[in-house]
């Protein structure tokens, strides 16, 4: 399942660095986009158990980052630069429809990692300080779990909506 995930996300970020803007700095922000889209390909959250990887090179918070970025260069195109038109045509009704559709997928990418980063700081305080009499490490091992896919799961519908055939 990891091949399918990084091939599609190599695929994505090759349709983000090919892609034609209206001027300079929308191909700036594709290729900004492409790069840390390949961030998130090639960083893996957790290493193999292969004993090359043995080598004590562990990757801990850049896979995050990358994805974090990831998901703000995505909600920043979505937001800002899938709403330009040319001012030579005219701003039709569905024009305005599709910039509603935009703006409300790129709102709700941003609240989808406000809650990502949100449950994630909690997680970690939950570990740290576990409630008195309760099993920390078994609680934050099960319920971020859930949440971290629903997260996820909703950020992904968020950026299937702005793409269109």
């Known amino acids: 399942m990891r091949d399918y995930y990084v091939g599609s996300l190599s695929a994505i970020a090759a349709f983000l660095a090919c892609s034609r803007g209206y001027d300079l700095h929308d191909e700036i922000t594709g290729y900004l986009a492409a790069v840390v889209t390949l961030g998130v390909a090639c960083c893996p959250r957790s290493i193999p158990r292969n004993p090359l990887h043995t080598v004590g090179f562990r990757i801990r918070h850049h896979p995050y980052a990358f ?10 195109i979505c ?14 009704h569905r024009k305005r429809d599709r910039n509603r559709i935009y703006v409300a997928s790129g709102l709700i990418m941003v609240a989808c990692m406000i809650a990502m980063v ?6 970690i305080d939950e570990r740290r ?8 490490a078994k609680r934050w091992r099960t319920a971020p779990s859930a949440w971290r896919g629903l997260r996820k799961a909703k950020g992904l519908c968020a950026t299937s909506g702005t793409w269109q055939p």
């Open 67 to 76: 994805a974090a970025l990831m998901y703000l260069m995505l909600s920043y």
């Open 129 to 136: 300080h576990p409630a008195p009499g309760s099993s920390g």
């Open 79 to 92: 937001i800002f630069l899938f709403r330009k038109s040319s001012a030579k045509k005219p701003f039709t």
């Open 118 to 123: 949100g449950l994630t700081i909690r997680s």
